[in-house]
Nanobody
Framework: VQLQASGGGWVQAGGSLRLACAAS????????RAWFRQAPGKEREFVAS????????DYMDSVKGRFTISGDNAKNTVYLQMNSLKPEDTAVYYC????????????????WGQGTLVTVSS
């Protein structure tokens, strides 16, 4: 599975961005899908995940209520809608796919996109 992330950019605090992750295979919907991020000088961290059916979602505490992960199976794409962005959300965001629904560890996701940079200014 090849993943292509897009949608990053620069935004002022309080603004919104929507990231997209397109897959090369129609079977993306059968995978657990997730977004991770890596801020400058920090380790990569889990942000959100969604199960194949789309009913199982999980979020890191700091983005709950602001970010929404969703999938469009017809387009083989998973999205991350980010609202009320804060400077601390600045990071390279990566999409990933795996088989363990609800997993937060990177090792559970063997397939990764290339990353897209999100910069939030104060």
């Amino acid at each position: 599975v090849q993943l292509q992330a897009s949608g990053g950019g620069w935004v002022q605090a309080g603004g919104s961005l929507r990231l997209a992750c397109a897959a090369s295979e129609r079977t993306l919907s059968s995978y657990a899908r997730a977004w991770f991020r890596q801020a400058p000088g920090k380790e990569r961290e889990f942000v959100a995940s969604i199960g194949g059916i789309g009913s199982d979602t999980d979020y890191m505490d700091s983005v709950k209520g602001r970010f929404t992960i969703s999938g469009d199976n017809a387009k083989n794409t998973v999205y991350l809608q980010m609202n009320s962005l804060k400077p601390e959300d600045t990071a390279v965001y990566y999409c990933a796919a795996g088989w363990v629904v609800g997993a937060r560890g990177e090792l559970n996701y063997p397939y990764w996109g290339q990353g897209t940079l999100v910069t939030v200014s104060s």
